[in-house]
């Protein structure tokens, strides 16, 4: 049987501890997205909970996020760069979700289903395959100084390049606002929405000390920062970004050095680049380090027979590039995240 349950304290909880169980389990799994797409974009959550009975363990789970776009809206199974396979303990309980989970999309009237996965598992029965992102993984085992040793020479060069320009790290919350202006005035000269600090805020309260923010700073002013999480074994930068006027310190190669060595310090196994779309710069930066790409298809269940288009390259999502690109950052700031919370 599959309960479908929003999310609260309780339920949290018990999803949480069934995570935490699961070996294929990525942070992404965890409830707190799901509250914050409800808290912090007023997105209806969803959690699918299989069971054999009512009351009896959790023997699968699945997230499920209702996006309202205007042209027709969409369930999604996280938000922005989120990917990993349906956790379930046997294939009985996998298909009981992905059939209740095409359910809910005729329910809400939803064009089509976006599953994140991740690693090269069977196309489940009904989807579409789309290979647009991978992630990057990077081992830290044997410690800072082995993966010193293994680091491409270039790298080497460009983290001692980095730490000849004699920038300081801070890390800890307070960071959170220096950061976000780094990353807002990134996505401004990339034309790309803002999330919204309230949602980095809300995000650091629902992950507690899983969470952290690190900052690089060349005399006052933050010219370098990312969002980390730590879960399981795994060190995770879904959100890391330099201001462009000071790429020759090398601040990039840098702030991602100090992440791994504290990755490396609290006994972290793997580092992780986060999602990245085939063929692009940002993928090249993290297979620098020598990270291994590692597939994130999307998985789609169109509910009609006109399939949606995920490519970032359409002619809708260029124009909206361009005009995001000419508009003030006042502007881009203020409307950033009503657009962010169509295109999770």
């Known amino acids: 049987m599959i309960e479908i349950v929003t999310p609260s304290a309780s339920t949290a909880a018990e999803w949480d501890a069934y995570v935490s169980t699961q070996k294929n389990a990525t942070v992404h799994h965890l409830s707190a997205w799901t509250t914050i797409a409800e808290r912090v974009y007023d997105l209806r959550a969803r959690l699918l909970v299989a069971r054999d009975a009512p009351g009896a363990p959790v023997r699968g789970v699945l997230p499920l996020v209702t996006v309202p776009r205007p042209l027709g809206r969409y369930l999604t199974t996280g938000l922005f760069g989120a990917y990993g396979p349906i956790l379930a303990d046997d294939d009985v309980a996998r298909h009981e979700l992905l059939a209740a989970a095409k359910r809910c999309v005729g329910e809400d009237g939803a ?46 060069t460009a983290v001692r ?20 202006e780094v990353l807002a005035e990134n996505m401004h000269r990339k034309g790309a929405p803002i999330y919204g600090l309230r949602f980095m805020s809300a995000l650091l309260d629902a992950l507690g000390p899983r969470a952290d923010v690190m900052t690089l700073w060349s005399g006052r002013t933050a010219i370098s920062g990312a969002l980390t999480i730590a ?25 991602y050095w100090r992440i791994m060595e504290r990755a490396c310090d609290a006994g972290l196994r793997v580092f ?11 993928l090249g930066f993290k297979l620098g380090w020598g990270a291994v790409v590692h597939p994130a298809p999307s998985y789609v269940y169109a509910r009609t027979s ?33 657009i962010s919370r169509l295109i999770v």
């Open 272 to 282: 992780d680049f986060g999602t990245s779309l085939i063929g692009t710069t940002t």
């Open 231 to 255: 879960y399981g074994d795994v060190m995770y930068v879904p959100f890391a970004s330099s201001l462009a006027a000071y790429f020759p310190l090398r601040p990039n190669n840098l702030l």
């Open 161 to 180: 390049h980095g730490l000849r320009s004699e920038l300081e790290l801070r890390t800890g919350r307070d960071q959170l606002e220096p950061f976000y």
């Open 111 to 156: 064009s089509y289903l976006h599953l994140k996965s991740l690693g090269d598992g069977p196309t489940p029965e009904g989807f579409d395959r789309y290979d647009l992102w991978v992630t990057a993984f990077l081992s830290l085992e044997g410690g800072p100084d082995s993966l010193w040793r293994r680091i491409p020479g270039t790298i080497r």
């Open 306 to 338: 006109d399939p949606p288009t995920l490519t970032a390259d359409s002619p809708s999502a260029r124009a909206g590039v361009a005009l995001l690109k000419t508009l003030p950052r006042m502007v881009t700031d203020l409307i950033g995240p009503s």
